[in-house]
């Protein structure tokens, strides 16, 4: 079955740019109709959407985070990735790689979550 | 961007039902919007439980007991996540999301059920 994993550098220094994968298994993220998404959980908060990318390459950022993020993938080693620019201590939080699907109905859901992996922003 | 108010907390007792909320700000009708909810244990990642949009319009997720069940009070602007029948492993955050005018995702800040 599809298994997503996060992997990059669990801490990151102040004003730098925090890069993040996602490796997508058992399946291709170049084929299907599936949205590609990240998602973060400040330390004992709640969840905040940061963005996400479509099988065609297409993005949509959270307005809130747009002017510091890129979104990509890389079909070639089945993985997405995040990156997110002038970071500081309000980005330390746990991202996890999601997948959205949609639904029999039309609607759509994030159905497929990774473990998550634990930034730090610290100098 | 829209905010979910979800209280941070509730409590019921093994066997009972949990009556779980999440209001919607004034200026977005709940009535127009699918509600979606999610499970979340501790160390884990958020598990999706179901979605919401009319007793025709609604989808259980895969392995999710029928115990999970939801609603909405127009009145209240409110959608409902309703437990029945707790058991101790229902013990978790619960998160309630939608899609607001085509936007993005956004996230109540979540209700942590302790089950007693």
């Known amino acids: 079955q599809v298994q997503l994993q996060e992997s990059g550098p669990g801490l990151v220094k102040p004003s730098q740019t925090l890069s993040l994968t996602c490796t997508v298994s058992?399946?291709?993220?170049?084929?299907?109709?599936?949205?590609w998404s990240w998602i973060r959980q400040p330390a004992g908060k709640g969840l905040e959407w940061i963005g996400r990318?479509?099988?065609?390459?297409?993005?949509d950022y959270n307005p809130s985070l747009k002017s510091r993020l890129t979104i990509s993938e890389d079909a070639s080693k089945n993985q997405f990735s995040l990156k997110l620019t002038s970071v500081t201590a309000a980005d330390r939080a746990i991202y996890y790689c999601?997948?959205?699907?949609?639904?029999?109905?039309?609607?759509?859901?994030?159905?497929?979550w990774g473990r998550g992996t634990l930034v730090t922003v610290s100098s | 961007q829209p905010v979910l108010s979800q209280p941070p907390s509730s409590s019921a007792s093994p066997g009972e039902s949990a009556r779980l909320t999440c209001t919607l700000p004034?200026?977005?009708?709940?009535?127009?919007?699918?509600i979606y909810w999610y499970q979340q244990k501790p160390g884990s990642p958020p598990r999706y439980l179901l979605y919401?949009?009319?007793?025709?319009?609604?989808?259980?997720g895969s392995g999710v007991p029928s115990r999970f069940s939801a609603s909405k009070d127009a009145s209240a602007n409110t959608g409902i996540l309703l437990i029945s029948g707790l058991q101790s492993e229902d013990e978790a955050d619960y998160y309630c999301?939608?899609?607001?005018?085509?936007?993005?995702?956004?996230f109540g800040g979540g209700t942590k059920l302790t089950v007693l």
């Open positions: 999601a997948r959205e699907s949609p639904m029999p109905t039309g609607t759509w859901y994030l159905d497929l």
């Open positions: 058992g399946g291709s993220i170049s084929s299907g109709n599936f949205y």
């Open positions: 990318i479509y099988t065609s390459g297409n993005t």
């Open positions: 004034s200026d977005i009708k709940v009535g127009d919007y699918n």
């Open positions: 919401y949009y009319s007793d025709s319009d609604n989808g259980q």
């Open positions: 999301m939608i899609w607001p005018n085509n936007v993005h995702w956004v």
